[in-house]
Antibody, heavy 117, light 107 residues
Framework: QVQLVESGGGVVQPGRSLRLSCAAS????????IHWVRQAPGKGLEWVAV????????YYADSVKGRFTISRDSSRNTLYLQMNSLRAEDTAVYYC??????????WGQGTLVTVSS | EIVLTQSPATLSLSPGERATLSCRAS??????LVWYQQKPGQAPRLLIY???NRATGIPARFSGSGSGTDFTLTISSLEPEDFAVYYC?????????FGQGTRLEIK
């Protein structure tokens, strides 16, 4: 069955970096765009970034552009989100999600990132 | 950027009642509108894609309609497990936006 499992979250000080991972299984990883979506505590969903199935195109929300980098490793079936210059407002649960037919049909369970001194 | 506005923010109904949730787009998204359900502590769950197609395993009491800028999610007869937060979503030019959500609560 399709599974997406995030890891790498934790508590980090403002200005520092963190890398999230999303391990995929149960489907052909190389055939799908994958997104990162986040949700601040008690708030709604915010789209963060997407990477094309071949890894040749990346797009970001304005709120993270220039600070976050999405990448994928097809040999490991893993998606990454490198987060630099973290701010308090980046505190959220981060989900990876697979795209199919313009929708996000499978989601991971999420990993919590807390930016605090 | 296309903005999605959901209404109402909160909807209070009883089990067995009909729920009607609205999502309005700031410009046409054709039929590329998606609905999700999210329960506390869980990831969102895909309900409806392409405005009116139920995702795999979604009960028939959930239906979606609309095109262009105005969309509706209808739950024909509420079950206890349907009380949750519902989000609409669109994708254009690679970018995704979500509505702010409608909280469906037990009256």
């Amino acid at each position: 069955q399709v599974q997406l499992v995030e890891s790498g979250g934790g508590v980090v000080q403002p200005g520092r970096s963190l890398r999230l991972s999303c391990a995929a299984s149960g489907f052909n990883f190389d055939s799908y765009e994958i997104h990162w979506v986040r949700q601040a505590p008690g708030k709604g969903l915010e789209w963060v970034a997407v990477i094309s199935y071949a890894g040749t195109n990346e797009y970001y929300a304005d709120s993270v552009k220039g600070r976050f980098t999405i990448s994928r490793d097809s040999s490991r079936n893993t998606l990454y989100l490198q987060m630099n210059s973290l701010r308090a407002e980046d505190t959220a649960v981060y989900y990876c999600a697979r795209e199919s037919d313009w929708s996000l049909d499978y989601w991971g369970q999420g990993t919590l990132v807390t930016v605090s001194s | 950027e296309i903005v999605l506005t959901q209404s109402p923010a909160t909807l209070s109904l009883s089990p067995g009642e009909r729920a009607t949730l609205s999502c309005r787009a700031s410009q046409s998204v054709s039929s590329y509108l998606v609905w999700y359900q999210q329960k506390p502590g869980q990831a969102p769950r895909l309900l409806i894609y392409d405005a009116s197609n139920r995702a795999t395993g979604i009960p028939a009491r959930f239906s979606g309609s609309g095109s262009g800028t105005d969309f509706t999610l209808t739950i024909s007869s509420l079950e206890p497990e349907d009380f949750a937060v519902y989000y609409c979503q669109q994708r254009s030019n690679w970018l995704i936006t979500f509505g702010q959500g409608t909280r469906l609560e037990i009256k």
